[in-house]
């Protein structure tokens, strides 16, 4: 099958029959054009998007894909041992490990890969058309590595046409979801163990004593709550996280609610006048996607406010009567404590110089070293099948 390549540098000038045939599911954020549109008008001072369609013989789209040029820091993308051995050479040399990376898949945490590839289609004729286009694009923008990413782990049989075209596979922490459906947070409360309900009763109490309240606003309204020091939050955590690339301005998150309308929400927790802790989220399709966080972590443990904000937001998503919600990638020992399962996501990277490629397969186990799946905990109680009523004699002696 010949599969050529239509590349559109706006996600407006895609044809919108074509995008949808590919990406049917209302639930698939990471193919949604209201996403694609905010990342893409938000993120110029930061990379580069093109959107592509392959279509076969006659003209039919059989795949789509999110292109992605960015600018990537080694200091914030690999593993200890390359990381300590590039702060020692920039000392001299201060933009060592500092190149372009072409991406096929946006760094917007659907924790989800941005290619669809049409079910009756093969894959391979797909996997090596948007190769060479990626190479082809590489080349013209001084790219030195090609990714795609994040797909899942399980899956890597059907991506088996990459590593026949020398692309190195790495690890990608997992994704992190809750794939249960309740009336609120207290019907959730109410399934947990009892050790598990005793951890989230201290957490509740600390909430309670501080008199912190809960607010919800959506669409438009993010708008104006987003300020500089709301978004000075979300800097705090995202300044802690062991892998960064992206810096969100405020201006995307306002146009996320804007795009989304009800759909995008913000649970704010105050401490009197102080805002301690928010959540950005979007609920769509039946699941929720919880998306970013900024939390004041100079209050945070005297509030517990990381884990009181998403018991709120828990309660949020469950009246809204989601059956899965999406928590995201890391802080696992959090996640696994709220019931939430792990799926093992992996990417697909080859350098464009040969010689260079030939080099980081050697090493790819300290640039890419493995990552540890989080540990599965049993949170919920054991739900027992109802008894069967005993016939009493007489009535089994009628039978």
């Known amino acids: 099958m010949i599969c050529t390549p239509t590349v559109y540098d706006r996600i407006d000038d895609v044809p919108p029959h074509d995008w949808a045939a590919l990406a049917p599911d209302p639930a698939d954020l990471a193919m949604d054009r209201r996403l694609l549109t905010t990342f893409q008008s938000t993120m110029t001072d930061q990379c580069r998007c093109w959107f592509v369609i392959f279509r076969d013989e006659d003209q039919r789209p059989v795949a789509s894909a999110c292109l992605c040029l960015f600018r990537v820091d080694a200091l914030e993308t690999t593993g200890p041992t390359i990381r300590k051995i590039t702060r020692t050479i920039r000392v001299a040399f201060p933009r060592f490990m500092s190149f372009n990376v072409l991406f096929c898949g946006l760094p917007a945490p659907s924790a989800d890969n941005h290619l669809r590839i049409a079910p009756s289609v093969g894959r391979d004729p797909i996997l090596r058309s948007l190769d060479e286009l990626m190479h082809t694009l590489a080349y013209k923008h001084g790219a030195r590595l090609i990714v795609m990413k994040e797909f899942e782990s399980e899956a890597r049989n059907q991506f088996s046409a990459l590593e026949e075209l020398g692309y190195i596979v790495g690890d990608v922490p997992c994704a992190r979801r809750l794939d249960r459906s309740f009336n609120d947070f207290d019907d959730y409360r109410a399934t947990l163990r009892s050790a598990y309900r005793n951890q989230l009763k201290q957490s509740l109490t600390k ?10 606003v959506c669409g438009s309204q993010i708008a104006e709550v987003m300020t500089d020091s709301l978004h000075r939050l979300y800097l705090n955590v995202r300044d802690r996280a062991k892998y960064r690339m992206e810096t969100f301005p405020p201006e995307f998150f306002r146009e996320l609610g804007r795009q989304f309308g009800e759909d995008a929400t913000m649970t704010i927790l105050r401490c009197g006048d102080d805002v301690v802790a928010w959540v950005f989220a979007l609920t769509f399709g039946g699941e929720c996607h919880n998306l970013y966080v900024g939390v004041d972590y100079t209050r945070n443990t005297e509030v517990d406010a990381y884990f009181n904000l998403h018991f709120r937001e828990l309660d949020r998503a469950f009246r809204r009567g989601v059956t899965r919600i999406h928590l995201g ?9 709220l019931g939430c399962s792990a799926e093992p996501l992996c990417f697909y990277v080859r350098a464009v110089n040969r010689p260079m490629h030939a080099l980081l397969r050697k090493i790819s186990r300290w640039v890419f070293p493995p990552v540890k799946p989080p540990t599965l905990l049993n949170v919920f109680r ?8 005993q016939k009493s004699p007489a009535s089994q002696a009628s039978v």
């Open 382 to 389: 054991a739900v027992e099948a109802p008894r069967k009523r």
């Open 207 to 216: 909430f309670s004593r501080a008199e912190c309240s809960v607010r919800y």
């Open 329 to 337: 990638q890391t802080s696992d020992d959090f996640k696994s404590r």
